[in-house]
Antibody
């Protein structure tokens, strides 16, 4: 069974840093592109960052460029999001999502999310 | 960046109604579009990919169509379990933007 479990969320002050993790199981992690998606309270979904299966490419939304860094460790079946210079508007539930490898991209599995709150 | 615009933002409908949600892309995305359903407090669930391909296990009352810049999600006969928020998502080379969502409410 495919499972994605996020961790690392919590309360952080503006300007602070946080590192999110996503533990993957039930599939060959090293063969899938992975993504982070967030959802602010009461708002819609916002794509944050993508990484290729071998870290060959990385891409970020404009709203987080220069502040967030996506990475992965295929040996540990883990995805990460390093978040620096956090702002109040980064407050959201952060989901990790697997990108299907069928040749037509889509997010076929999602974690339950981890809540990040940026507040003084 | 490619922008995705969904309409309407909110839709009130009754059980048994045919429901259509539209998603427009700011530039052509071929058929690289997916649709998701999300219920409060839950992760999104994939419904449709490649604009019109039904994800395994998703009821056949859901269908998608379109290509280029205009896409639709249709629910042929709305069921009680379908009251939720729906999102479209585009996939181009380096971004995966979502539409702002359409909330389907009980009329």
């Amino acid at each position: 069974e495919v499972q994605l479990v996020e961790s690392g969320g919590g309360l952080v002050k503006p300007g602070g840093s946080l590192r999110l993790s996503c533990a993957a199981s039930g599939f060959i992690f090293s063969t899938y592109n992975m993504n982070w998606v967030r959802q602010a309270p009461g708002k819609g979904l916002e794509w944050v960052s993508s990484i290729g299966s071998s870290s060959s490419y990385k891409s970020n939304a404009d709203s987080v460029k220069g502040r967030f860094t996506i990475s992965r460790d295929n040996a540990k079946n883990s995805l990460y999001l390093q978040m620096n210079s956090l702002r109040a508007e980064d407050t959201a539930v952060y989901f990790c999502a697997r990108e299907a490898a069928s040749g037509s991209p889509h997010f076929d599995y999602w974690g339950r999310g981890t809540l990040v709150t940026v507040s003084s | 960046d490619i922008q995705m615009t969904q309409s309407p933002s909110t839709l009130s409908a009754s059980v048994g109604d045919r429901v259509t949600i539209t998603c427009r892309a700011s530039q052509s995305i071929s058929d690289w579009l997916a649709w998701y359903q999300q219920k409060p407090g839950k992760a999104p669930k994939l419904l449709i990919y490649k604009a019109s391909s039904l994800e395994s296990g998703v009821p056949s009352r859901f269908s998608g169509s379109g290509s280029g810049t205009e896409f639709t999600l249709t629910i042929s006969s709305l069921q009680p379990d379908d009251f939720a928020t729906y999102y479209c998502q585009q996939f181009n080379t380096y971004s995966r933007t979502f539409g702002q969502g359409t909330k389907v409410e009980i009329k």
